[in-house]
Antibody, heavy 116, light 107 residues
Framework: EVHLVESGGRLVKPGGSLRLSCTAS????????MNWVRQAPGKGLEWVSS????????YYVASVKGRFTISRDNAKNSVYLQMDSLRDEDTAVYFC?????????WGQGTLVTVSS | DIQMTQSPSSLSASVGDRVNITCRAS??????LIWYQQKAGKAPKVLIY???SLQTGVPSRFSGSGSGTDFTLTISSLEPEDFATYHC?????????FGQGTKLEIK
């Protein structure tokens, strides 16, 4: 059974940094593209970033480009999201999700709150 | 970027009702459309992929249709566990984009 567990979310001040982690089990992690998707309180889902299995292909939504960095460690079955220059509008639950364009498994999410 | 628009944003219905939720893309996405169900405080799960293919384990009362720019999720006879929020997502090109969600509530 696929299992994804996110961690690292907390309260941080505007302009601050945070690193989210997602640890995977139950599948061959190194073979799959991984993603971060976020959901602001009471809002819809927003895809944030993806990293291919190799990881030669990395993509970001425009609103985080230059501020967030996705990475992975296939030896540790983990994917990360380094978030810098955080803004109020980055406040959301951040989900880790497996898959290329279809997100077939999700973690339970970790809450990031950006507030002074 | 491809904009995805769902309607309605919220819907009240009763157990046993048939409901339709629509999703419109701002440009043609062929059949690259996914439907997710999300219950309160939980992660989304895939119901339908490729516009009309039922994900393994999803009850047959769920169905999807459409191609190009207009898509529909149909629940043929609502069960109590179906009251949730439904999201569509285009998988045609990056950035992957979602509709704003449709909250299905008990009447």
């Amino acid at each position: 059974e696929v299992h994804l567990v996110e961690s690292g979310g907390r309260l941080v001040k505007p302009g601050g940094s945070l690193r989210l982690s997602c640890t995977a089990s139950g599948f061959t992690f190194s073979s799959y593209t991984m993603n971060w998707v976020r959901q602001a309180p009471g809002k819809g889902l927003e895809w944030v970033s993806s990293i291919s299995s190799s990881p030669s292909n990395i993509y970001y939504v425009a609103s985080v480009k230059g501020r967030f960095t996705i990475s992975r460690d296939n030896a540790k079955n983990s994917v990360y999201l380094q978030m810098d220059s955080l803004r109020d509008e980055d406040t959301a639950v951040y989900f880790c999700a497996k898959g290329g364009a279809e997100f077939d498994s999700w973690g339970q999410g970790t809450l990031v709150t950006v507030s002074s | 970027d491809i904009q995805m628009t769902q309607s309605p944003s919220s819907l009240s219905a009763s157990v046993g009702d048939r409901v339709n939720i629509t999703c419109r893309a701002s440009q043609s996405i062929s059949r690259y459309l996914i439907w997710y169900q999300q219950k309160a405080g939980k992660a989304p799960k895939v119901l339908i992929y490729a516009a009309s293919s039922l994900q393994t384990g999803v009850p047959s009362r769920f169905s999807g249709s459409g191609s190009g720019t207009d898509f529909t999720l149909t629940i043929s006879s609502l069960e109590p566990e179906d009251f949730a929020t439904y999201h569509c997502q285009q998988s045609y090109n990056t950035p992957w984009t979602f509709g704003q969600g449709t909250k299905l509530e008990i009447k």
